[in-house]
Antibody, heavy 117, light 107 residues
């Protein structure tokens, strides 16, 4: 069955770099797109960016040049890397599968990341 | 960026009641609108896609409608398990923005 699972640190120091891995199963990264969405505690959802099935990427300009998304199709993994972390980057980070015409039909459980000074 | 204005921010309703949540896009999104349900501590779950298509396994008491810039989610015969936060999202253009959410509680 389709599954996505995020793994990453619980705590990141201020100004440091966040790295999260989304490991997927039950589908191919060359067929489906994978997106990253985050949610600060008690707040709404923010779309961060996408890894398209063809290997291209798309980013929310709100993250300027801080954000990078890549993948390793042989390992069925998508990677999020974001630098210069600030306290307002404290959030739960989700990866989600995107089926064209259907939207984000499967989500990972998310990983809660706290940025500490 | 396309702005999604969702209303109301919170809603209190009784069991068996019908509730409606609305989402207004800042420009025409040509029905590329999804609705998600999120329970506390859980990831969002897709309810409706392309404005009015019910995702697999979603109860038929949920329905979506709308076109252009105005969309709505209707829940008929409210059940206790429907207590959640609901988000709309436009899938028309990047960045794929979400509404701020509607917190649905039981009266």
């Amino acid at each position: 069955q389709v599954q996505l699972k995020e793994t990453g640190p619980d705590l990141v120091q201020l100004t440091q770099t966040l790295s999260i891995t989304c490991t997927v199963s039950g589908f191919s990264l060359t067929t489906y797109n994978v997106h990253w969405v985050r949610q600060p505690p008690g707040k709404g959802l923010e779309w961060m960016g996408a890894m398209w099935n063809g290997g291209g990427t798309d980013y929310n300009s709100a993250f300027k040049s801080r954000l990078s998304i890549s993948r390793d199709t042989s390992k069925s993994q998508v990677f999020l890397k974001m630098n210069s972390l600030q306290t307002d980057d404290t959030a739960k980070y989700f990866c989600a599968r995107h089926t064209m015409g259907i939207s984000f039909d499967y989500w990972g459980q998310g990983v809660m990341v706290t940025v500490s000074s | 960026d396309i702005q999604m204005t969702q209303s109301p921010a919170s809603l209190s309703a009784s069991l068996g009641e019908t509730v409606t949540i609305e989402c207004l896009a800042s420009e025409d999104i040509y029905s590329n609108l999804a609705w998600y349900q999120q329970k506390p501590g859980k990831s969002p779950q897709l309810l409706i896609y392309y404005a009015n298509s019910l995702n697999d396994g979603v109860p038929s008491r949920f329905s979506g409608s709308g076109s252009g810039t105005q969309y709505s989610l209707k829940i008929n015969s409210l059940q206790s398990e429907d207590v959640s936060i609901y988000f709309c999202q436009q899938n028309y253009d990047s960045p794929y923005t979400f509404g701020a959410g509607t917190k649905l509680e039981l009266k």
